[in-house]
């Protein structure tokens, strides 16, 4: 049966909704099958205020138009059956066939990463979308509900790689340690101290590393090293260290917190040989002589954002060496909220 906004068509209102990107601080890649189903995942990861918008204005007809500030401009009607998954704007046709509209609508999407940045794109998206689409048409998800959907039609219906924990950290928000396996998904939210939060503020940084990657293929080598028994130590060892640095971030050790996160990275790197390259080896190298306790890129590898903790006298130090290798430093803060949604009135 389609699904018709509760609001009714042409109301004068913007649905809109707000989804926080993430960084992968630890286990990220366990989260991804086989492995996750074979050997449970452990992931530890935050949410920044980085955000994926959207925004639904109802329209008088049977037709959807998107703009969208990454992918362009793309319209279909909406009363010819589902729309097809062709490699074009999938998220949001995947979103619309789920629910059936058939209500007309247009929608703008902004995000404030890149394609490709490492740090949950296209999942942040698509929990963005369906987040809108529920506050228009009067649909109550839970927190579960939603991120579940979000991955079902990402990974399943449209079919992109990946693993879990970037759909759930855009619903939950805030610093998680996520276990994934083949009986579904389990967060707990970390309990840090607000001063463990802000001196983890402040010692942290990003950076860009000026290029975006493919993370399909390099989630598709992943894979196949850990079917033929290439990675599987690794990705034994980097699940032991999101827990032991949810254990650190609780007792508000940083220091150890740092130095697991340079170990997590030099398991990650075993992953697959597309994880890192010779930019990404420089910029870390230069990071760590210059006062960085660890690192490692954001997200499945080889390009995107890079994330820091620094001595913290150090970090000044660490930002301009990173500028010096062609690195862009970004400011950012730890987002501690899921994602919402509002109603504005279309002005």
Not at 1 to 11: C, E, L, Q, R, T
Not at 24 to 49: E, L, R
Not at 273 to 285: A, M, R, S, V, W
Request: hydrophobic share 35%; charged share 20%.
């Amino acid at each position: 049966m389609p699904i018709h906004a509760s609001g009714g068509i042409m109301d004068g209102i913007h649905y809109r909704s707000r989804a926080p990107l993430r960084i992968g601080i630890a286990g990220g890649g366990t989260d991804v099958d086989p492995y996750a189903s074979k050997k449970g995942g452990v992931v530890f990861n935050t949410t920044i205020n980085r955000y994926a918008y959207c925004t639904i204005t109802p329209t008088g007809n049977h037709s959807m138009s998107v703009h969208s500030t990454d992918y362009g401009k793309y319209e279909a009607p909406l009363d010819g059956g589902p729309l097809p998954l062709d490699g074009n704007m999938d998220l949001i046709k995947a979103v619309t066939n789920h629910f059936e509209i058939t209500d007309g609508f247009k929608m703008f999407l902004q995000s404030e990463a890149p394609p490709g940045s490492g740090l949950g794109g296209s999942s942040t998206v698509i929990v963005s979308i369906i987040a809108a689409v529920c506050e228009w048409i009067g649909t109550r998800m839970t927190g579960s509900e939603m991120a579940q959907l979000a991955y079902e039609l990402e990974r399943e219906e449209i079919g992109l790689k990946g693993g879990k924990q970037d759909q759930y950290a855009a619903v939950f928000g805030g610093f998680n340690l996520m276990k994934f396996g083949a009986n579904g998904v389990d967060v707990n939210r970390v309990r840090i101290t607000n001063d463990t939060i802000n001196e983890l503020q402040y010692r942290s940084l990003i950076c860009y590393t000026g290029t975006s990657r493919e993370s399909a293929k390099i989630i598709e080598s992943q894979v196949n090293s850990f079917k033929s028994g290439q990675n599987e130590e690794a990705l034994d060892r980097s699940k032991e260290i999101a827990l032991d640095m949810a254990r650190a971030m609780e007792k508000g050790d940083i220091n150890t917190a740092g130095e697991l996160l340079d170990l997590s990275w030099q398991y990650k790197k075993q992953f697959s040989n597309k994880i890192t390259n010779p930019q990404i080896d420089e910029l870390y190298e230069a990071a760590r002589k210059a006062g960085a306790l660890g690192g490692k890129v954001s997200g499945a590898g080889g390009g995107g954002f890079m994330y820091f903790i620094c001595r913290y006298d150090r970090k000044y130090n660490v930002a301009q060496e990173l500028q010096k290798h062609g690195a862009r430093v970004s400011d950012f803060m730890y987002e501690p909220n899921g994602v919402i949604s509002w109603r504005y009135p279309n002005e």
